[in-house]
Structure formats: structure tokens, C-alpha cells
């Protein structure tokens, strides 16, 4: 079987991923005045919506944080439908009532109320996206197991492995890449089974259409993918440290957060601007 190797260059990149892959969430203060970690991020119209530590924001006219609704959970996994309908998951604020572990939450008001869909006390979701045919693919990060649903409630267990992030083709539901200290792994059958890492080493993946398929390494460096992300190929350093989250809109539209804030790209990538400030802080 191959296996792949990082380069000596790498080293240092994959130590930070790993590190990253066995950080967790602590508990984070409900009156902490700055954001000091980003888990997801997520357009409605053109509203950016940034999921974090301290709950979900989006931000004011001068880039400030402004709370979305009035939970302050953490939450880990972020994703934003087709329909426009936003999927989350991760830990309650502290001395809130509930489980440890939200399952999947969802919300149709753009995260000014979220109801339970399934799994609380169960799972608590590190990465989630959706595929064209609404199936939803989460990854249990407690326990190395990649889960799906055809709708949300559902869920069937597929492959056992230790990933940081996930990306479904959105020309083939069935496609899915995950990020893992050994570089993108790849699978072709619903997420049952992944080929070994070839490639480059990512730290966050995102696939917004056959076009636009973009990676980020722990370095910060933005790189776009291409048959079905086999190859990638540089396209800038993107401001402010180590990645966070990143989320392609489209071919040309990107988010990432870094360590000192979101920053939006509308040129594929070359160029980044600020949108809204965030303070360093542990995943």
C-alpha cells in the first residue's frame, strides 16, 4: 500500500496539524469581551456569519463582533446549507443545562434559535458539510469516526480515521476529502472507504463548486485544488498566522480565519481584506 511521506520542509507544518487534531474545547468565559477562537465560517445573502468559542457572530460596520441570538455555546462544527439553513454542533456555554455534547443542531432564522435534530449527549461534531443532495457528513471527532445522514436525524457510521476537516464534491455526493496529519485523504464511496494520503499536508478543505475547491496549511498558505483535489497549487499566503477555518463561497469569493482575524477574498485568493477581528486563543 503507499503511504506518503511529508518532506523534511513539512515537518513543522504537520506538527502543528497534529497538535490541532488532538487539541480540545475548554470552557470559555460568557462575558469574554473578544473572540479567541474560530471553528466555522458561513455567508446568508451577503452577511458573514462566524461561528466560534464564544458563540455565533457576525460583524458590525466597523469589523466588531455582534452575537447572533443569545447562546453562547461553542460550536465546533459550522456549516451553512444550500437552502441557507445553518447546521451546528459542539458544547453548551458554560452553566448551560444539557448534555456535554449538542449532537446536530440546526436553525432556519440564520442562528437566532437552534433546535436539537439528533444525536445530543452523543457526538460532538469537529467538521460538517453537506452534499448536493442534502446528505450531511459529520466528523466525530471523540471518536475518529466519520457519520452520515440523508437527513440529519439518521445516521449511519462510516470510516474510522483521524482527520481535522472534511470537504463533499459538490458534483458528487458520494466524494469526500479529509485532512489528516499525512496529507488529503480521498474517498469515492460515501466517506465507507479512503485511498491513501497523496499529496500535500492541509490543515482545512473546502469545496464550493467543480471549480472551486481550495486547502489551507497550518502555515496559512491558500492553495486551489484540481482533479478532485490529486493536485494543488499555490496561491498566496493568506494574512495573520496559522488557519482557523476556511470556506470557499465560489471560484473567486473565499473565508478564512487566522489567528488575529476573518478575512474575505474576492479574487480567488490573491488578495485578502480584514472583516472582522479575533484574538488568539486554544482550539
Same mark, same amino acid.
Given at each position: 500500500?503507499?503511504? *506518503? ?22 470552557? +470559555? ?14 455567508? &446568508? %445573502? #451577503?452577511?458573514? *456569519? ?21 447562546? $453562547? ?9 444550500? $437552502? %441557507? #439553513?445553518?447546521?451546528? =454542533? ?18 432556519? #432564522? ?23 443532495? @442534502?446528505?450531511? *457528513?459529520? *466528523? ?6 466519520? $457519520? /452520515?445522514?440523508?437527513? %440529519? ?15 463533499? =464534491?459538490? @458534483? @458528487? ?11 488529503? /485523504?480521498?474517498?469515492? #464511496? ?6 491513501? @494520503?497523496?499529496?500535500? /499536508? ?5 469545496? +464550493? ?27 498566496? =499566503? ?12 465560489? +471560484?473567486?469569493?473565499?473565508?478564512? +480565519? ?6 474575505? =477574498?474576492?479574487?480567488?485568493?490573491? &488578495? ?8 488568539? %486563543?486554544?482550539?
Amino acid at each position: 500500500m503507499n503511504r *506518503y511521506f511529508p518532506r523534511p520542509a513539512a515537518t513543522a507544518a504537520v506538527a502543528v496539524l497534529a497538535l490541532t487534531l488532538t487539541a480540545c474545547s475548554g470552557d +470559555a468565559a460568557p462575558d469574554t469581551p473578544a473572540l479567541s477562537h474560530v471553528h466555522g465560517l458561513g455567508l &446568508r %445573502g #451577503d452577511t458573514l *456569519y462566524v461561528a466560534t468559542h464564544q458563540g455565533l457572530h457576525t460583524p458590525d460596520a466597523d469589523g466588531r463582533p455582534v452575537l447572533v441570538g443569545d447562546r $453562547r455555546d461553542d460550536f465546533m462544527g459550522f456549516t451553512v446549507t444550500a $437552502r %441557507g #439553513d445553518f447546521l451546528a =454542533s459542539g458544547h453548551p456555554a458554560p452553566g448551560s443545562d444539557g448534555p456535554a455534547d449538542l449532537g446536530l443542531i440546526a436553525s432556519t #432564522d440564520s442562528g437566532r434559535t437552534w433546535r436539537e435534530r439528533s444525536l445530543a449527549g452523543k457526538v460532538d461534531f469537529h467538521a460538517l458539510d453537506t452534499a448536493s443532495d @442534502a446528505t450531511v *457528513y459529520g *466528523y466525530d471527532s471523540a471518536r475518529g469516526l466519520l $457519520r /452520515v445522514s440523508a437527513d %440529519g436525524v439518521a445516521w449511519e457510521e462510516r470510516a474510522s480515521l483521524r482527520a481535522l476537516d472534511i470537504a463533499v =464534491s459538490p @458534483a @458528487a455526493p458520494g466524494t469526500v476529502l479529509a485532512t489528516t496529519e499525512t496529507g488529503v /485523504v480521498r474517498s469515492t #464511496d460515501g466517506g465507507r472507504t479512503f485511498a491513501p @494520503a497523496s499529496g500535500r /499536508v492541509l490543515a482545512y478543505v473546502s469545496w +464550493a463548486a467543480p471549480d472551486a475547491l481550495f486547502g489551507i496549511d497550518p502555515d496559512g498558505v491558500l492553495f486551489r485544488g484540481t482533479d478532485g483535489g490529486a493536485s494543488w497549487t499555490r496561491v498566496a =499566503s493568506v494574512p495573520g498566522g496559522a488557519p482557523q477555518a476556511l470556506t470557499a463561497v465560489d +471560484a473567486r469569493r473565499l473565508l478564512v +480565519a487566522t489567528q488575529d482575524g476573518v478575512y474575505e =477574498s474576492r479574487d480567488g485568493g490573491r &488578495r485578502f481584506d480584514r472583516r472582522m477581528a479575533v484574538e488568539s %486563543g486554544e482550539h
